[in-house]
C-alpha cells in the first residue's frame, strides 16, 4: 500500500496571502507511461469532496487558476496564489497509481 | 447537471447487512467507473470499492474483502454496495464518486454524492 503524507496538518492563513501544502508518497507515483497519478480535493465545512487537480498539476472544470499543482515521483506541492474566504477547508491529496487507492490524512486551511 | 444521489445508510448491529445505492443522473453512467469511498467521523477519506463500466473489474481495499460487494445497474443508472458483517469500524459515511469514462483505470473521482451515513453499533 503507497501512504500518503501530508505536511502541514494545520494551516492558518491570511486572506490574500500564498499558501502551500506538501503531499509525499511512500513509493514513486510516475508511471511508465510518464504520468504521475497524484489527485488534490478539497472538502468545505460540511459538504462532501470536490475534485480540484489530477495528474499533479490538471485542473478541473471551474477550478480558480490561483490553485496549482506541482512535483513528480514522490513529491508534490498544492500552492494558492492569493488565499480567498471560499478556500477554508481540508485538502487531500490522493494517488491513484495503484489500488487500494490511498488519501493523504487532509490539511486544514483556515483563515 | 452531473448529479449522484446515495441512500440505504442507517443504524445496524455488528454483523448485520446493508445494502448502499447511488442514482446517477446527468451523464453516460456505463461509459465511467464508479466507486464507492468512506469517510469515518471526524476522519479522512478511505477509498473503499471500484467496479469497471462492464462490471469485469472491481478492487475492494483489504479492510472489506469478502464482506463488501460493488454491483451496478446501467440500465437503472444505479451503483451499489451490499455490506454484510459489518463491524463497528465500517461506521461512516458513504460516498459514491465517478470515475473517468476513458482508459483502464481510475485517475481521479470528479463527481461525489453528499453521501449516507451507516452506522453500525449494539
Known amino acids: 500500500e503507497i501512504v500518503m503524507t501530508q505536511s502541514p496538518l494545520s494551516l492558518p492563513v491570511t486572506p490574500g496571502e500564498p499558501a502551500s501544502i506538501s503531499c509525499r508518497s511512500s513509493q514513486s507515483l510516475l508511471d511508465t507511461n510518464g504520468v504521475n497519478y497524484l489527485d488534490w ?30 512535483g513528480s515521483g514522490t513529491d508534490f506541492t498544492l500552492k494558492i496564489s492569493r488565499v480567498e474566504a471560499e478556500d477554508v477547508g481540508v485538502y487531500y491529496c490522493m494517488q491513484a497509481r495503484q489500488t487500494p487507492y490511498t488519501f493523504g490524512q487532509g490539511t486544514k486551511l483556515e483563515i | 447537471e452531473v448529479q449522484l444521489v ?39 477519506l478511505e477509498w473503499v470499492a471500484t467496479i469497471k463500466q462492464d462490471g469485469s473489474e472491481k478492487h475492494y481495499v483489504d479492510s472489506v474483502k469478502g464482506r463488501f460487494t460493488i454491483s451496478r445497474d446501467d440500465a437503472e443508472k444505479s451503483l451499489y454496495l451490499q455490506m454484510n ?33 451507516v452506522t453500525v453499533s449494539s
Open chain 1, 41 to 70: 480535493y478539497l472538502q468545505r465545512p460540511g459538504q462532501s469532496p470536490q475534485f480540484l487537480i489530477s495528474y499533479v498539476s490538471n485542473r478541473a472544470s471551474g477550478v480558480p487558476d490561483r490553485f496549482s499543482g506541482s
Open chain 2, 6 to 44: 446515495e441512500s440505504g445508510g442507517g443504524l445496524v448491529q455488528p454483523g448485520g447487512s446493508l445494502r448502499l445505492s447511488c442514482a446517477a443522473s446527468g451523464f453516460i453512467f456505463s461509459s465511467h467507473w464508479m466507486n464507492w469511498v468512506r469517510q469515518a467521523p471526524g476522519k479522512g
Open chain 2, 85 to 117: 458483517s459489518l463491524r463497528v469500524e465500517d461506521t461512516a459515511v458513504y460516498y459514491c464518486a465517478r470515475g473517468p469514462n476513458f482508459g483502464g483505470r481510475v485517475d481521479f473521482f470528479d463527481y461525489w454524492g453528499q453521501g449516507t451515513l
